[in-house]
């Protein structure tokens, strides 16, 4: 293995990590509203990313990617995003890790599926099989809880959609995230203002060890998105979507074993489903991975 490949698999395996233990971040605060984590979430998150753009020297880059295209592109992502960060803190209030984790199964199910109807990408027939499993596991899971699994749909939604919208511009990962957060700053800012008027909140949290630990959702936020574009640029797709499932594994895992979260035969069914549908599309992606590159050598001109 070189020593690129190294790097992106570090910077991969990092990424999923961080992303994966997040609700043990949220948790430990959870007696702070989740509108206000969003809040703070933003409000440390701009500093963080302009110390990285800083670090990297890239405020040329800053400058040129603030075009009225891109920042119109970026509010809308902005405001994906933290739609998808509000709900995501919420779920873990409200002891449903269980369920956001199999938002972020159902993630790149969704991303094709955007694909398909924006971008006229075609589907091959195993994905539809792929989309139909997931569907009915879907399904399974809706006529157990008696409605729709909202918070699932909402994340891997918002996030495919997220990602559809940063797939139309061509900007540092680095500077996107501070130009999302700039964008959503003044709405934190003055949301925090009002709701430490009321008494109800703080600029440093409420109590304990507030002060300490809730800046570090800056970094928790950025880190994970600097480690992901390294990885990106080093390895193949097919890895990184092998690699992705860690996260929402994790969050399964810490939901089921540490949260206590129930977890029944109805659900066993339902994300087994779900598993079956991500093998079925990753068995796919890399055969069809694999009949791309064996195409692409046999029509390079011999030598």
């Known amino acids: ?63 040129a990617a603030l075009t009225r295209r891109r920042i119109s592109y970026l509010a809308i992502s902005a405001t994906l995003i933290a739609l998808n960060w509000l709900v995501y803190i919420w779920a873990v209030s409200a002891e449903r890790v269980t369920e956001a984790s199999l938002g972020y199964y159902i993630n790149p199910l969704v991303s094709v599926l955007i694909g398909m109807i924006f971008f006229s990408e075609t589907l091959r027939r195993a994905q539809w099989v792929a989309i139909a499993i997931a569907a009915i596991g879907v399904g399974v899971l809706t006529w157990e809880l008696g409605r729709l699994p909202w918070v699932s749909l ?15 511009i061509q900007v540092d990962s680095r500077i996107g995230f501070a130009v999302e957060t700039a964008l959503l700053f003044p709405v934190a800012f003055i949301w925090l203002a009002w709701f430490q008027s009321t008494g109800q909140g703080g600029w440093v949290g409420d109590y304990g060890w507030d002060w300490l630990v809730l800046p570090l959702a800056g970094p928790i936020t950025a880190v994970p998105l600097i480690l992901f574009a390294l990885a990106a640029k080093r390895l193949k797709l097919a890895t990184i979507g092998m690699m992705q499932y860690m996260t929402p594994t994790i969050q399964f895992l810490i939901a089921v074993l540490l949260f206590r979260e129930p977890f029944g035969p109805v659900d066993a069914v339902a994300f087994g489903l779900i598993w079956t549908a991500l093998v079925v599309f990753t ?21």
Request: hydrophobic share 50%; glycine share 8%; with cysteine.
């Open 1 to 63: 293995m070189t020593s690129e490949l190294r790097l992106g698999f570090l910077s991969a395996f990092g990424a999923y990590l961080l992303w994966g233990g997040l609700p043990l971040y949220f948790r430990a605060l959870n007696h702070i509203e989740p509108q206000e984590m969003l809040a703070h979430r933003i409000l440390w998150g701009l500093p963080t990313a302009l110390l990285f753009v800083t670090a990297a020297k890239r405020w040329k880059d800053m400058r």
């Open 154 to 168: 909402v994340l891997c939604f918002s996030f495919a959609s997220y990602g559809a919208v940063r797939k139309q």
């Open 283 to 303: 068995t796919d992606s890399i055969l069809g991975d694999r009949k791309a590159r064996r195409l692409a050598r046999a029509a390079r001109p011999a030598e």
